[in-house]
């Protein structure tokens, strides 16, 4: 049997020097975002962890291993193929088994990353409690579980951001705004949900991480950076585009793990585009703050 859980040599090495590592999910990259900016999206994040001079570990699912860290032609595939797998953490074990190619969501990436000693991520938006109710992402228990930065744009717009606060309130994880008050919204610049913390530097986050692991807190620290604000698109249209694709995808009878993609590619078709340029601009912004993050923790 291959190894389950690899690591590619620049991640290793960077792990080893004692260098920023962050780690990032695919499955934003497979299911998430439209060829070709997909692809572009994942080179403009890589260059923005570079800039920092930290390390980005893509996470993916290849050849019956976890793998840690993705090199270019991997994140080719992962943007190009027909056949790739969304997978949480729940698929890991199937896939791992039946050696099929698979791009990692949240929950399944920060998995890998704890496990291999990585303390920092960032996505786009996270996973929460769907409008419907019945739906909640295996992100947000992940983030109950696992000690770690994670930094994010809020929940993704397409679910209720009330109910994914309150879970997460629930769930013992530290929901931090970055230079923010509210609740980010994704591609929404904030919500009415007011937050009680917020960290205006990395060196902030930085020993509020520091502070966790001495306590033993085994649960995650979310940093909400809101979107940019010449790409932020209003409250009232994103909610009026969601509830468009709710009634598309209950036509089509779309859930399970095909709801989150169908109504992301929904929304960005609804507002004629804007909310993928949001989309691609957060996601290339979170993985530079959390680089930013990364690098603080290692010199402390
Ligand atoms: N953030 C984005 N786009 C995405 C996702 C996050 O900007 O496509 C993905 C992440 O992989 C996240 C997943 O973990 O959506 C949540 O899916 P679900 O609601 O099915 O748990
Ligand atoms: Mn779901």
């Known amino acids: 049997m291959t190894d389950p859980l690899t690591v590619s040599g620049p991640v290793r090495h960077a792990l080893e020097s004692g260098g920023g590592v962050v780690a990032l999910e695919t499955s934003v990259l497979s299911q998430g975002l439209p ?7 994942s080179r403009a994040m890589t260059a923005a962890i570079r800039d920092c001079n930290a390390e980005p570990a893509w996470v993916f699912v290849d050849g019956g291993s976890v793998r840690v860290g993705a090199g ?15 997978v949480a953490r729940r698929d890991l074990p199937i896939l791992v088994a039946n050696g099929r190619l698979g791009a990692t969501t949240v929950s399944a990436t920060l998995w890998a990353a704890h496990r ?37 744009s809020g929940p993704k717009s397409i ?16 929901v931090v705004g970055w230079r923010c008050d509210r609740l980010p919204f994704f591609v929404v610049r904030e919500t009415d949900n007011e937050l009680e913390h917020r960290a205006d530097s990395a060196q902030e986050v930085a020993a509020m991480a520091r ?4 306590l033993g807190i085994g649960s995650a ?31 089509a009878g779309g859930r399970g793990k095909g709801l989150t993609p169908y109504l992301l590619s929904c929304l960005a078709e609804v507002t004629a585009g804007r909310s993928l340029e949001a989309n691609v601009a957060l ?3 979170n993985a530079g703050l959390a680089a930013e993050i990364a690098v603080a923790l290692s010199v402390s």
């Open 72 to 86: 270019d032609d991997d994140l080719e595939r992962l943007a190009t193929a027909d056949d790739v797998a969304k």
């Open 221 to 251: 620290l979310l940093v909400c950076n809101p979107v940019d604000e010449r790409l932020a698109l209003p409250a009232a249209e994103i909610d009026s585009a969601v509830q468009t694709c709710e009634g598309r995808a209950a036509r």
């Open 283 to 285: 996601l290339v912004a």
């Open 35 to 41: 060829r070709p900016r997909n692809l572009e999206t």
């Open 211 to 214: 502070a966790r692991e001495a």
């Open 116 to 152: 291999v000693g990585i303390g920092v991520a960032a996505t786009g938006g996270i996973g929460g409690v769907h409008r419907s109710g019945g739906d909640v992402s295996a992100d947000l228990l992940e983030l109950a579980g696992t000690p770690c930065v994670l930094v994010c």
């Open 159 to 174: 679910v209720n951001a009330g109910a994914t606060i309150e879970r997460l309130d629930e769930l013992g994880v530290s």
